[in-house]
């Protein structure tokens, strides 16, 4: 890989957090004597993409861009959505040729900007820093392939993995640096979800208050009998989207909630329970790419078993607490062979913490 398509992913990581449900996409712009004309990122979703940022950059900088490269993390689009498809700014700037990682998996684009680039005679180059582009938009590649979200599990707990003590209490189990990395990971996301029983046991807020963040993620409540209370904490996040997936009926309670400005969509399954796959389908439709889940071990049994989890983000603290809540409700097992299989991806000290990312083998296979 380039140090210029290094530069266009360190760009691409600026997206982070802004330009949902976009992809995180860097660009940049440079001469046949390598030097950069221009660079930019993705911004909020109306905003400009990679492309036409780091075109406006060049301008601002009076760098003229005509047979200049343009080194850019994604497929440039082709599609008219909320802005115009990259890929005619570029020929119209009179880009010489265009090195991009990877083709863009979204069905109204997919490898057609390459197409019109090199039918305009832009010469293109597809592969460089292909691997980081796709995980670092594991979300956006998930939901346009899958129709769903990447779902991430993030569980704090002890080293022997209790999640709280066996009456529930469980703030804190881990430090504030990891409590902090926490709310990063929260910020990223394309919105957080939870249970009703974390809802009623502990109040939450589940917002971003510790780390800096371009827009409150949407919160998704699982409350099948549509029991949160009209005056909860979730609520007292200003401007953030509410949406509440029930399985019941309870038409006085959705009244009640919808006049906190709460969404309410009902998908009954089995057992009186939301449909936890059909919840995913319907984020998806709603632009969700990464979905991060912070709720207690029934609910996250629950999306275990149903094989909707893709990968755990476990910070474990360095303390004992004996018999308490564990982090899934999967057991008891009838041997070994029945246990999930994980992949450690990322093993990191958070403070005197520790952060484990774990994948599901094959989750990422789309």
Not at 269 to 291: H, I, P, Q, S
Not at 323 to 351: K, S, Y
Request: hydrophobic residues 45%; aromatic residues 4%; proline residues 6%.
């Amino acid at each position: 890989m380039t140090r210029k398509m290094e530069l266009a992913l360190q760009h691409a990581r600026k997206a982070v957090g802004i330009s949902e449900p976009n992809p995180r996409v860097g660009c940049v712009l440079e001469d046949a004597a390598g030097r950069i004309l221009g660079e930019g990122h993705t911004q909020e979703a109306g905003g400009p993409h990679a492309e036409i940022a780091a075109l406006q950059d060049a301008a601002r900088r009076g760098n003229p861009v005509a047979g200049a490269t343009a080194y850019v993390t994604l497929e440039p689009c082709s599609h008219h959505g909320r802005t115009g498809p990259c890929c005619d700014a570029l020929v119209a700037a009179g880009i010489a040729r265009v090195v991009a990682s990877a083709q863009d998996p979204n069905p109204l684009v997919a490898g057609q900007g390459f197409a019109r680039l090199r039918a305009a005679g832009v010469a293109v180059e597809v592969g460089p820093g292909a691997e980081a582009t796709r995980e670092l938009n594991i979300g956006f590649f998930s939901r346009m392939v899958r129709g769903t979200p990447w779902v991430r599990m993030k569980v704090a707990a002890s080293l022997d993995g209790q999640t709280a003590l066996a009456d529930g209490q469980s703030q804190w189990i881990t430090a504030e640096a990891a409590r902090a990395d926490g709310h990063a990971w929260r910020a990223r996301a394309g919105a957080i979800l939870t249970g009703i029983g974390t809802v009623l046991e502990d109040d939450p807020r589940l917002d971003v208050r510790l780390a800096p963040v371009g827009r409150q993620p949407p919160l998704v409540v699982v409350d099948s009998r549509l029991q949160t209370p009209a005056d909860a904490a979730l609520f007292a996040v200003p401007g953030r989207p509410v949406w509440i997936y029930a399985a019941a009926r309870e038409p006085e309670a959705q009244q009640r909630l919808e006049a906190r400005g709460a969404t309410v969509t009902h998908l009954p399954g089995a057992g009186g329970k939301v449909d936890l796959a059909a919840l995913l389908k319907d984020l998806g439709g709603r632009g969700v790419n990464e979905l991060h889940v912070e709720s207690g071990f029934k609910l996250n049994g629950s999306l275990l078993r149903e094989g909707l989890v893709d990968e755990f983000l476990v910070y474990l603290a360095p303390r004992l607490l004996g018999a308490g809540r564990g982090m899934v409700n999967i057991g008891p097992l009838a041997g070994l062979d029945d246990a999930v299989p994980l992949e450690f991806t990322d093993v990191q000290r958070v403070g005197v913490d520790l952060r484990v990312v774990a994948r599901i083998p094959g989750r990422d296979r789309f």
